[in-house]
């Protein structure tokens, strides 16, 4: 059987490729457009976007799609979020269906886990987790936009742009009240807005093993492991580094923090240096971002968000192992240290090659770019570095792309999603069944 003769890598690469064709033609149906007809690239674009928790659109979700449409839309980014397997194993626990070994297979390897025991407890958790999360984000998100726009269209706001905010998606709908593409930027200076999606974010980005972990689901001995401590330490440096040079660089920007005041300069720095993370949503116009800001906000949504979590990039522990394999090789050291452990050197290799693979795809994509779009090169690095990321942050190119474009960036997402090593993986369908040491040489290096 083809079921039986697939990896399970290659198996979440088809459910995902599945669900964003399943979204596509549910786009393209008159109902999500207000009985407009919508081409099948706009709505594969949509959809893979969605699925694949980016944001970047081609069409504003709030002014061109129908309340059905973005139903769909939500549901995409719950199930991109969740992942595939997750929602599967939802509906198999709901019916008390028994999941088989090769469901298990396909949970391990979607959760990024080294063993198969546990999987599906480690789901039901993920499955409670989002939803409890989410459903705190959509109380207060829908409380402070029924003081806007009544209950009705407040609780929508607030569950909509919940599920988009925790699965680090960055899709809105507030288009038909400010104008298209619009994001947050009404509330720059609100602090129960950008709190609330903010913290949505970074919950989301950190990985589930993470939050479970430090809510105490596997907390051992008071001490948490070395994943959650890199994870966590990383998130911290990243996002006050980041606050702290945009509030730096932006802070007389006419355009951007120059006109609020004190206390709303900081709320805005710190939410552009959040949502980079993967996120998308921004309070600020992003084509108005000095260069400067723009370049730090494309080192960040590469690094991305962490494992098992919600976002893409490269994750923030790939980034610190590289960081310290650096500082171990500069010390001449022969070990990589963190937290008094040492991390294996093939885990530092294969830190490398997921570093290398999405450097090696934002830079072949963005070649492409340059030359079909007739655009800058910064615009270019920015939009094709956020599709990877699944971040969803623009400057304005996404709706003005070329066919040509929108396939390029579709493929990008969708690599971003899966990882690049992944999809590599997955195409590369021969296997190594058997290690083979040959004899080693030295090489010349530097």
Known sequence: MLRARLTPTQGIVIGFACVILAGTLLLMLPVSSAGRATDFLTALFTATSAVCVTGLVVVDTGTYWSAFGQGVIALLIQIGGLGWMSVVTLFALLIRKRISLGERLLIQEALNRENLGGVVALTKRIILTTFVLEGVGALVLSWRFARDFGWGRGVY????????????????????????????????????????????????????????????????????????????????????????????????????????SPAGKGMAAYFQAVTPRTAGFNTVSINDLRPASQYVQVILMFIGASPAGTGGGIKTT?????????????????????????????????????????????????????????????????????????????????????????????????????????????????????????????????
């Open 157 to 260: 706001y607030g569950v909509f742009h919940a599920v988009s905010a925790f699965n680090n998606a960055g899709f809105d709908v507030l288009g038909p009240v400010f104008g298209p593409y619009c994001s947050l930027t009404p509330y720059v200076q609100d602090i129960t807005i950008n709190i609330v999606i903010s913290t949505l974010l970074i919950l989301g980005g950190i990985g589930f093993p993470v939050i479970m972990e430090v809510a105490g689901f596997r907390r051992r001995a008071g001490r948490l492991s070395l994943h959650s401590r890199m994870v966590l330490l990383t998130t911290l440096v990243l996002i006050v580094a980041g606050t702290l040079i945009l509030l730096a660089i932006e802070w007389d920007n006419p355009n951007t923090l120059g006109p609020l």
């Open 318 to 446: 790939t980034f610190t192992v590289l960081v310290l394999a650096i500082a171990a090789v500069v010390r001449g050291r022969q070990e990589v240290e963190f937290g008094g452990r040492c991390i294996p050197w093939h885990r530092v290799i294969k830190a490398l090659v997921i570093a290398a693979l999405g450097f090696l795809l934002v830079n072949a994509v963005g070649f492409i770019l340059l030359l079909t779009e007739g655009k800058g090169f910064l615009p270019v690095l920015y939009e094709v570095t956020s599709a990877f990321g699944t971040v969803g942050l623009t400057t304005g190119l996404t709706p003005e792309l070329t066919p040509v474009g929108r396939c390029l960036l579709i493929l990008t997402m969708f690599a971003g999603r899966v990882g690049p090593v992944s999809l590599a993986m997955a195409i590369w369908k021969r296997q190594v069944r058997v290690n083979i040491h040959l004899p080693e040489e030295q090489v010349i290096l530097g």
